[in-house]
C-alpha cells in the first residue's frame, strides 16, 4: 500500500485512524471547513457504518491545492476534472467539490481510473444519476466517477432489435437511465416498468437502491447485475457477462439481496450493467396509460423543490412520512432544509440549504421519532463524507 495521501480544500484532514478524538484538534488546526470534513470522517470510523456502495479505499493525508490536484490529474490514464461542483449532478443541488471527476466510457477506462484512485490512495465514489445521494459541504476528497459512453447503451437481447416485437429481456449500460429503459419497455410492448416511469436516476443506482414504487421494484425485474469487484479486477466469476465485459462477473438474480430501497451490490463493486426482463406483454394504450397514471400520482404526491425523494426508509410495517407526520414535523426546517409540508419524509432544499442544514433536519426528525414513538429511521438518502464513506 502507498504511504497515505489526503486530498483536502483549504486544510488539513484526518485519516480514520486518527478517529474522533483528533477531530477537536483538527478544527483548531485547520478550520471550520477542514473540521467539517474531519467529524464526518471520524463518525463513519467511530460508527462503523455501511460504507459506499461503490468502495472507497483511501487513507489520506495531503492537503492538495488547485496546482497539485492538476498534476495529479496529469498523471492519470484517463481525462480527469478537478474541482467538480457535485452539487450541479446531484437532484439535491447540494455538495462541494469532487477533488477528481471522471467520466468513463467503457471497461477498460473505468479499471484505469480505479486502479489510479487505488495507486495514489485516494477515496472513489461511484455517482449515478445523484438523486439519491446528499454530499458534503467539503466535497468529495477523492475521485468522483459517473459512467458514460459504452455504459448508458441499451440494447434488445431477444426478438426484433430494431422494432422490439417480441422481446422480453434487454441488457441495459448501468449509466443509462432508467427512463430510457422504461422507454425501451414500452416500445417493445412490455408494461414491466410503467410503475417505474419518472424514478429519476440510473440503472446502476437503481439496482444498488433497488428502486421502485407502486408496488414494483427493479430487483423483481433484474435476471443478472455485472459488477467489476471492489479491487477493479474480475470478483468473484458467475459467467460471462452479456455485455461481454472482460474482467467483469455475471451474478445471477438468486445471487443478490434486494430488499425495500436497497441491496446487496453496495459494497459488492461497481455496476457495469444488468440484464432486465421487461414484464408482460400489454397493448400500447394500457403501457400508455399505466405510465400516465404513474406520472399524474407522482406529480401529486412528490414536492416541486430540489429533493433526493424519500429520505428514510420505511420502519417495517410503517410509512416513515405519516410517523414524521404524525410527530408534528411536517414545514419544519433548519437554515434552508425543510420537512416538505407536502410529503413529510421529503427532505426539500428551499434554495441555497447546505448539507449540514439538511444533517441536522434529519437528525432533528430522527431524534423526535425516537423519542415520541421509539422508532429509529434509518436513511434511504446515501450521505456521503467528503472521504467518499456512507454515513449511517
Ligand atoms: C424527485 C425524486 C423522486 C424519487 N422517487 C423515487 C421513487 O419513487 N422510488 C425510489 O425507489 N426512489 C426514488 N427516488 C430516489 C432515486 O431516484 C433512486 O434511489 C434512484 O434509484 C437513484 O439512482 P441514481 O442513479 O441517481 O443513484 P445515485 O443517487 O447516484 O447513487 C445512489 C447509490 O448508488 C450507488 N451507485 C450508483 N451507481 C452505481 C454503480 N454503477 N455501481 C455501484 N454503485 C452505484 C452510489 O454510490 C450511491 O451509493 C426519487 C428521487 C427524487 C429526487
Redesign the pocket.
Known sequence: MNAGRRIGFGGPLLSPAEGVAGAAEARARGGAAAAACVSAAAGTAAGGGPG???GSGGRGPLSLSRASLMSLAAKAPLSLEILRPLKDL???RIGGPAALFARPRDLGELAAALAFARAEGIPH?????????LFDDQGLSGLVIR?SGK?RETRILDGDPASGEGAGRIHAG??AR?ADVAALARRCGRIGFAA?K????????????????YGT??GDRAAAVE?LGREGGPGPQEGAPASGLAGAARVPRRRIRFFA?GSD??GR????GAELLLGEEAPAEEILRAERETLLA?RAR??QE?????FFRNPEGQAAGRLIEECGLKGERVGLAQVSPRHAN?IVNLGGATSADVRALADKVRGEVARLRGIELVP???V?SCRGE?LP
Open positions: 459506499s456502495g461503490a446531484t437532484s439535491f465514489f461511484i455517482l449515478g444519476g445523484g438523486a439519491n445521494v459512467l455504459f448501468a449509466g432508467l417505474l419518472g424514478i429519476p436516476g440510473t440503472v446502476g443506482g437503481a439496482l444498488v437502491m433497488n428502486a421502485g414504487a421494484e427493479i459488477i430501497r451490490l453496495e463493486g461497481t455496476v457495469l407522482r412528490l414536492p430540489p429533493s433526493a425523494g424519500s421529503v434511504e438518502v446515501r456521503v456512507v
